[in-house]
């Protein structure tokens, strides 16, 4: 029998429609064909760029002889238009002057030269020389319209004080003088139970937001939140009749603090 490949002996006694043996067969020449075509794209790679060059290499010497041709051809000059003459400027007309110098303290002076007249001086303008002049000699003064508005003086730049920060925390907070108890007293004295607020049985905080200023005293007083029936306005008036409070102080100094306390209103 004749000598059996490794493809044969492999697929022996099996089935050989599914396209395994198929591929198996033709991979020799499948892969000879793609060494050969590797091979000639790789040379061509290589081949093309060569060829190109020396193409391109006439065509630059034809354009250089076709630009030395063209070089060796003679040129019309072109004709140069003159530049147009420039105006020359006019001359002003002279004012008429008289040669005034300052005196000065010479030692044995050569030519003693007197200064001008005052009459000399009304019709002409003092200069270092004497010219006649040759125009009108009043264009040389022109005063300004009397319509004119004056400069305005410069006025000072207005600094605006700046109100002082208000803090929330300080180190050392403000105080009732006296401490919570004195506050405690003086609320029992001049708090008044609104008569709405006992007959509809009425009870609550009134919290108050107010600032304490650097000197004790009280501002910005207002209701955060209230119970309503006359208690809130009768809080916001014992705190309009409170005495100055222990100020704040943050570094050793006193300052403005925002502060904030309910006052209860309560039935026995």
Sequence with gaps: SEAMSLDDIVFLHRHRDYGAYDLRKAYPKVLRNAVLLGIGVFLLIFIIPT????LKSEDVQMFMHDETVLSNLPTKAKEVEPLPELEKPKELPKQTTVRYLVPEVQKNPDIEELPPRVDEMEKANPGPETVEGTGDDDIAIVAPPE??????????AEVEAKAPEIFDRVEIQPEFVGGMEAFRAFLTKNLRYP???????VQGKVYLNFTVEA????????VLRGIGFGCDEEALRVMKLMPKWKPGKQSGRAVRVRFTMPIMFALE
């Design 51 to 54: 060829i190109y060059g020396r």
């Design 147 to 156: 319509d004119t508005p004056a400069p305005e003086a410069t006025k000072p």
């Design 195 to 201: 008569n709405a607020a006992q007959s509809s049985n």
């Design 215 to 222: 000197d004790g005293s009280l501002s910005n007083i207002n």
